[in-house]
Structures are given as C-alpha cells and as structure tokens.
C-alpha cells in the first residue's frame, strides 16, 4: 500500500468536499449546505475505514478482510439510509457530498508525484 497516494487521496477527498458543499450552497441554500457538509464527512470516513482496514489487511487473513469491508459497506449504507430518511437532510446535498469520495479516488492518483523512471540498463 502506498501511503503517499492514500494522504493524496484524502486530502483530494477533503478539498472535494469543500468545493461541493460550496456548490450545494449555492444551488440549492443552507440545508443542502448541511446535507453536503455531512455526505462529505461520511464520504471521509468511508476512506479512512477503508485505509485502515487496508493497511491492517496483512495481519488478519483475507476472510476477515472481507468480512469487515463488508461490515464497513453495510454500516455506511445504513448511515446514508439514516441521514436521508430520518434526519430529513436534503436529498441533492447530501448526494453531492458524499461524491467527494469519487472525486478524491479520481483525482488522488492524478495529484501523487510518480518517481523518476530508471534509466535503461545498457545492453552489452
């Protein structure tokens, strides 16, 4: 696992979110502000969760892995089902909100610097 790319793609998560919360302003008020501060702060737990479990994977064996991504996937859900249904946040905020997760895996990888390529070996 790269640390560097995954700090990328935190921070790009976090930068997203901002600017969505911003634009959910200024489509649609205040509540849909709120709605998207609150998507965009699940969206950045769902990839911290994920690191961590991902950085932890090695020690476990791969069927907890799964087990406990598949427990990360269904209590995100349900965090979103709750925010939606019984919170009443608005539907188009909190939906651009939690986008900055798909804005920050995209532009993450764009952002981390690769390193120089190795010259060629030199044939004899």
């Known amino acids: 696992m790269n640390p560097q790319l995954t700090d990328r793609i935190l ?19 205040a509540p849909a502000a ?14 911290v969760a994920t690191r961590f479990l991902a ?13 406990l991504m598949g427990f990360k ?4 859900g349900i965090l979103c089902w709750i925010c939606i249904t019984r919170l009443d946040l608005h539907f ?19 952002l981390t610097p690769t390193p120089p390529a190795a010259a060629p070996a030199e044939e004899i």
């Open 34 to 47: 709120l709605a998207a501060a609150v998507g965009a702060g699940l969206a950045l737990a769902n990839w």
């Open 73 to 76: 996937t269904g209590t995100l």
């Open 55 to 67: 950085k932890n994977a090695f020690s476990k064996g791969k069927g907890a892995l799964l087990a």
């Open 11 to 29: 921070l790009a998560t976090a930068a997203g979110g901002v600017l969505l919360v911003g634009l959910a302003f200024a489509l649609f008020g």
């Open 92 to 110: 188009f905020g909190f939906t651009l909100g939690i986008s900055a997760l798909v804005i920050g895996v995209v532009l993450g990888p764009m």
